[in-house]
Structure formats: C-alpha cells, structure tokens
C-alpha cells in the first residue's frame, strides 16, 4: 500500500473526554490506523459536539480534519434524515421511516461540507474512502470538486431490498450519490444485488456482469467485503489470567447457575431485544421446577437517545425485563441481569468468556460483529452461537444455531438445544466458526477493500 488514504466518516476515530482526545474503540479504527500512519493518511469527521470544530490536528500519528456541525444540523441531519429516515428504512422499515423535506436540506449541505473538507486534505492520485449511510451523497460531490483521486464507499448497514429502497423520496439523488464512487462496497451478497438493482432503476446504470456498473461512461466496481474484528487481540484478551478469572467472578456473581445466556447489544430496536427476552421466558416457562438454572444477562449499550423510537424502545424493554424477573425471579434472584451501560473491552470480554451461549438476534444487522468477537473469545472454551438468519454474519458463520429471530417459540427451542448440546457436537462448531473469524479479520478486510480501490 503506497498511495495515500483519506478517511470520511461520520465521526472521527478519537473523541474528547473533557480532557484529551482519546481513540474510539472498534473494529474500523484498529483496522485502519496502521494504514493510515503509514501512508501519511487522514481522517474527516465529526467530533461528537455540537457548535465550533476544532482546528486540524494530528492525533495517533494520523492527521484529523473536523467537520463541524451545529445543534440545528445535528437534529436535522444525524437524529432526522440518518437515524429516523435511511436507518430504519434500510432496516427493512422495523420502525416507520420518516421522510421530512426539513431533514433531507441539512442531509445535503452537512454532505457537501464533509466534502468540501475531504477535497481540501486530497492530493492528487491519493484514495478517499467514504464509510457508510451519513455520507452517501460525498461520493459525487467529491467528484465534482476533484477528478484526480479514486474514490471508494463503504457500506456498513444493509443496502435495502427495492420494494422498500423505493419508497425514498429522494431515491434517484442517493443513487447517483453513490455512484460517484469508483468501488462501492457492501457487507453481503444481497446487499450488491439490491444496490445493482436500484442503481439499474434509478441511475439508468448497466450491468456488467454481476460486479460491474457502467454509468455516463465510467466503470464502477462492487464488491462484496464483510467486516470482521481483530480477532487475534480478543483472542489473547480472552485467555488472559485477569479475564478468565473476572469470567469465574461473573459466572458466580450471576448466582452459579448451571448455563449463563448473553446478549449484547447497541439499545436499537434492530436488535430484536424484545423478542429475545420473551424467548427467555419461554424457556423459564418450561423450566419452571429448576428456577435458577438459567441466568441471561442483556447489555444494551445507549445509543442516540434524543431519537423518540429509541425513548420508546428503551421503556418497552424495561418493562419487559421488569415483567420476566417478575414472573420468573425469587427473593435474591432475578433471572434477568440487564445492564443499560457500555462495558470496558476487558470486562466485556469477560462476560464473553463466562457466557455458555450468546444469543444475536437482530431482527437485521449489516454484519454484527458481537457474533463474530464471541467465537474469537471461545475458541478454546465451550460456548454456542445462536445467530438470526437476517445478521450479515449468517453468510460466513454457518456452523451458529441459525434462527428466524420473530419466531419466539423456535428461538425459545433452539435455546434449549444450544444449553443442552453436548459438548463433542459445541466444540466441531465452534472449531469451524473460529477457523473462519480467524482467517477473515480485519486485517484481511482492509487488505482486500484496499486491494481493489488501489487496482483502480
Ligand atoms: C452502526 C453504523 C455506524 C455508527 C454506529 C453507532 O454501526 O453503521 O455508522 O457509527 O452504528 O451509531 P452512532 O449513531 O452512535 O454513530
């Protein structure tokens, strides 16, 4: 890798902490920084303030340029037109999309100034590498201002099927958005076909073959590049003395019962949260001779909280929570352990270690990447996947218990089978889930995305 790299994503890989700029967790930011302090790379974003942006500094040997964003673009952009119109509506629609002409203004000006700082930080022949649904309409605004860079974008969430990509009134802009870009990548198959498809529809583009678009006489590159983690690290962090020893902490903590269930979320209603903890108390229900036996901890992680269906969403799984320890619990035990905080990546590994089966049930999910860090933390510990078929990682993790996450009663079996399996059929499993997180992490990832965009 020898040309140079601009990242432009929404928020920019550190935050402030009131004191310093601290480097966010999370796969992309591991990923990314070696590539960037390399090449002498950059990274546009936002702050994760509102009002005045800093000025451009240099933060982990790579150069940051903020954009700035005020209180009246945020509501309008990030809590309006990304998280209550394009986020549910390429969620397959689990919460109404809500399209206001009031949203889709700052959507485009806030798009326009990510762009205009990107262009400012680009040398000739260097990549610009757009990442996910803030920024589709960069890729063609980049294009205007600048010819002489290969740009590249980045999907992290499904792309929608086109019954439902249709409804969007500003459809024809978004796909000519994207089809600014050179290479336009998507977690999964069906998201390439989908993209295909609505780029034949509303951009007028034309098949090449199943990976290629012509459009007003460019070439565009799909490509198919599933996110993965740094599976080596959670590896190591797992078999760590200090983790295995929190995990034999935690599985006594949760009263020593004989099979400890896990979830871990962001608090979306993508999550299927809800219909997860009734699939709990259906194997309470049928259980109910050995009260304690099951412990299942569910930690929500609080995410855009001024969003209204997030405000509902978060009373409903409380009340729900409130109901099943209510049904099922006894003085000094509740069978639900809910913990509405994000966990420090050691302690959160914990939880991964003492958990004997993990349930990720998202009702959609581009990738998932909990899946995917729960093998890497079981690869020498028993454990099972139990993992929705709607999940991108259901194309490469084949060996999970794979469930439609609306039907409770089959969740509630499946449940049963993965605290029941014995142990020669969990270990041939996991085995095969841990050669494939191992083989595809995300090293491999940023190897290949790169590969293509530097080919072009
Ligand atoms: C998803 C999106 C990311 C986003 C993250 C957290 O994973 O694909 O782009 O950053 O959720 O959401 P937030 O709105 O807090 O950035």
């Known amino acids: 890798m020898t040309r140079r790299i601009v990242v432009i994503a929404n928020r920019l890989p550190a935050s402030w902490d009131g004191e310093q700029w601290v480097t966010s ?96 930080a680009l040398q000739p022949s260097d990549i610009a590498w757009v990442q996910d649904y803030q920024l589709q309409l960069v890729p063609g605004m980049l294009r205007a201002f600048r010819t002489d860079v290969t740009i590249g974008f980045y999907l992290h969430i499904p792309f929608p099927p086109i019954e439902l990509f249709s409804r969007l009134p500003w459809r024809r802009q978004i796909i000519e958005g994207l089809l600014g870009a050179d290479v336009l990548a998507f977690q999964t198959r069906a998201s ?82 809800d219909l997860r903890l009734k699939a709990f108390a259906g194997l309470l229900e049928t259980n109910r001779n050995e009260p304690r036996r099951y412990a299942f901890v569910q930690v929500a992680v ?82 099972v996947l139990v993992l929705s078929e709607f999940a991108g990682a259901a194309e490469q993790l084949k060996s999970a218990l794979l469930v439609n996450p609306y039907d409770v009663d089959a969740v509630t079996e499946t449940l049963r089978v993965a605290t029941r399996m014995d142990s020669a059929e969990a270990r041939t499993r996991m085995q095969r889930l841990s050669r494939t997180v191992r083989k595809e992490d995300v090293f491999e990832w940023a190897r290949d995305c790169l590969a293509m965009l530097e080919a072009f």
């Open 25 to 120: 967790p999370g796969g992309l930011v591991r990923a990314l920084e070696p590539v960037l302090q390399r090449t002498g790379g950059s990274w546009v974003g936002w702050s994760g303030t509102a009002g005045d942006a800093p000025d451009p500094f240099e933060h982990d040997g790579i150069a940051l340029r903020p954009v700035r964003l005020s209180a009246d673009e945020l509501d309008g952009f990030y809590y309006g037109f990304c998280n209550s119109a394009i986020w549910p509506l390429y969620h397959d629609a689990i919460v109404a999309p809500e399209f206001h002409r009031h949203h889709w203004q700052p959507y485009r000006s806030v798009n326009e100034r990510y762009a205009r700082v990107a262009a400012e």
């Open 192 to 273: 390439v076909q989908n993209f295909a498809r609505a780029a034949r529809r509303y951009g007028h583009a034309e098949s090449v073959g199943r990976r290629e678009l012509n459009w007003r006489g460019r070439s565009i590159k799909l490509q198919r590049a599933p996110i993965a983690i740094d599976t080596a690290h959670f590896e190591t962090v797992a078999s760590s003395e200090p983790v295995q020893r929190r995990a034999a902490e935690l599985r006594h903590e949760l009263g020593d019962a004989e099979r400890i269930i896990l979830g871990v979320d962001r608090l979306d209603y993508t999550k299927g949260i």
């Open 302 to 383: 609080p995410s855009r909280e001024d969003v209204p269906a997030y405000q509902v969403l978060r009373s409903d799984i409380e009340q729900l929570v409130g109901r099943v320890n209510g049904d099922y619990g006894q003085p000094g035990w509740s069978p639900v352990s809910y913990l509405y905080r994000s966990l420090d990546l050691e302690e959160l590994i914990s939880y991964y270690v003492a958990a004997d089966v993990m349930l990720v049930t998202p009702l959609r999910d581009g990738m998932n990447l909990v899946a995917k860090e729960y093998v890497a933390c079981h690869r020498d510990q028993p454990g």
